[in-house]
């Protein structure tokens, strides 16, 4: 495979990652509006958010069926058009079962989405012989930040869903879907050698430490997502405006952590990295759990961001190496609980909160996270370097 193919494949990819951020932050951020459009009372609310993530598990588990017969990239091509479209069907419904029925597409096909794209890093990360992943994931956050800054510009302006989704569809679709046309993967055909190394099929008792951290990471990000906002006010009194920052906080600085965590992966190794991710991210709880005001909350979901996004995308490489001649069957089968962790934070703080403190239900994430530390051999601290030197030697730096 020339550098070129490689150079191409890797932007086309860090877009789809872009379009992906920008088109679930589009979705998440308007979840009032959505309310009010489809008359979706606050008892009903939870369920349709749940449906999400759980139809996101089964199309997940889906596609790891569906990548036996056709590559990662064909499931890529075609679903990410399903998502944005079903973006738009959300936001052009008037009846409650128009809404059911484009989230229920948008949850199918981003379980899908989410599945593909990664397998599709992966192998690119093992044709470049060095970590490239969190630049992927670098691009997801970028356009997590345009998609809550479109969704801030159309609730400011009291644009109608329609209007605030349709231009920004109008461009990604297009663009996207033109852009797939570069896809490549790292390797078409797994050496015989190599799936004899990996045993043919993924092992869960392996794979299980992988879906933990995965999970507890979840959780922590769905943590600050749901309730760095009301936090900050109800448990710190700040001001309304105030307490809006923190989640924009923690979408920059997990943008800035993963831009530069790749560097960090080629020169101390994957484990060190996610040790250091881990014991910042648990940090940060704590400094939230304690803080005495509104800007040392701040502080801790600052040292949260910087902390948490480095584990994500080590830890789907961590399968890929884990189990070389099925990368794509392990990374859909973890992907799975990307969406529980994500079921799981949010209603936990909540209890934990309404029944105890929020102050003591910020140290369960904590906890949570901090087991991650458990688990951390299992990114594997050699195989994460590519070689002995921190990379896999090569003729060509591709991109």
């Keep these: 495979m020339t550098d070129a193919r490689l150079r191409h494949g890797r932007a086309s990819l860090a877009l789809s990652f872009f379009v992906q951020g920008a088109t679930f932050a589009l979705l998440v951020t308007r979840i009032p509006a959505i ?107 970028l356009g997590g930040i345009a998609g809550a800054s479109m969704a801030w510009a159309g609730a400011h302006w009291d644009l109608s869903l329609l209007v605030s989704y349709l231009p920004a569809v109008v461009v990604m679709l297009p663009a996207a879907f033109a852009a797939s046309r570069w896809y490549v993967e790292g390797a078409e055909e797994t050496p015989e050698k190599e799936k004899e190394a990996a045993g043919g099929a993924v092992t869960f008792r392996l794979l299980l430490p992988l879906c933990l951290v995965m999970a507890f990471a979840y959780i922590g990000d769905s943590t600050v997502s749901n309730w760095s906002a009301k ?28 831009a ?54 080590q830890t789907f490489a961590a399968a890929g190496r884990m189990f070389p001649g099925a990368s794509d069957t392990a990374i859909a089968r973890l992907n799975i609980f990307n969406y529980v962790g994500f079921l799981v934070g949010s209603p936990l703080v909540g209890a934990l909160g309404d029944a105890w403190s929020y102050r003591g239900a910020m140290l369960v ?22 070689g002995g030197g921190h990379e896999r030697p090569r003729t060509a730096d591709v991109g």
């Excluded at 990664?118 to 994931?137: D, K, P, T």
């Excluded at 009194?237 to 924009?248: A, D, F, H, I, R």
């Excluded at 994957?270 to 701040?298: D, E």
Aim: aromatic fraction near 8%; charged fraction near 10%.
């Design 231 to 258: 936090y900050l006010q109800d448990v710190l009194g700040s001001s309304e405006q105030l307490s809006t920052v923190p989640y924009n906080v923690y979408m920059v600085t997990t943008l800035l952590g993963r």
């Design 35 to 141: 309310q009010d459009r489809y008359g979706i009372s606050d008892g009903l609310l939870p369920v349709f958010l749940a449906a999400v993530p759980i139809l996101a598990g089964v199309g997940s588990v889906l596609t790891e069926k569906v990548v036996a017969r056709v590559r990662p990239r064909v499931v890529l091509r075609w679903t990410q058009p399903v998502v944005l479209l079903a973006l738009l069907g959300v936001g052009s419904g008037s009846e409650l079962w128009q809404a059911a029925v484009a989230l229920g597409a948008f949850g199918l096909a981003v379980g899908a989405l989410d599945a593909s794209m990664n397998m599709m890093g992966v192998s690119l990360q093992r044709a470049y012989g060095r970590s490239i992943m969190l630049g992927f994931h670098a691009a997801y956050s």
């Design 365 to 386: 994430p904590m906890v949570l996270v901090l087991a991650t530390l458990l688990y951390a051999k299992s990114f594997g601290a050699e195989p994460a370097r590519y």
């Design 260 to 313: 530069v965590g790749d560097l960090g992966v080629r020169r101390f190794g994957a484990v060190a990295v996610v040790r250091g991710g881990t014991v910042l991210a648990a940090g940060g709880f704590a400094v939230v759990a304690v803080a005495g005001g509104a800007w040392t909350g701040m502080l801790g979901f600052t040292l949260l961001g910087l902390g948490l996004c480095v584990i994500v995308p």
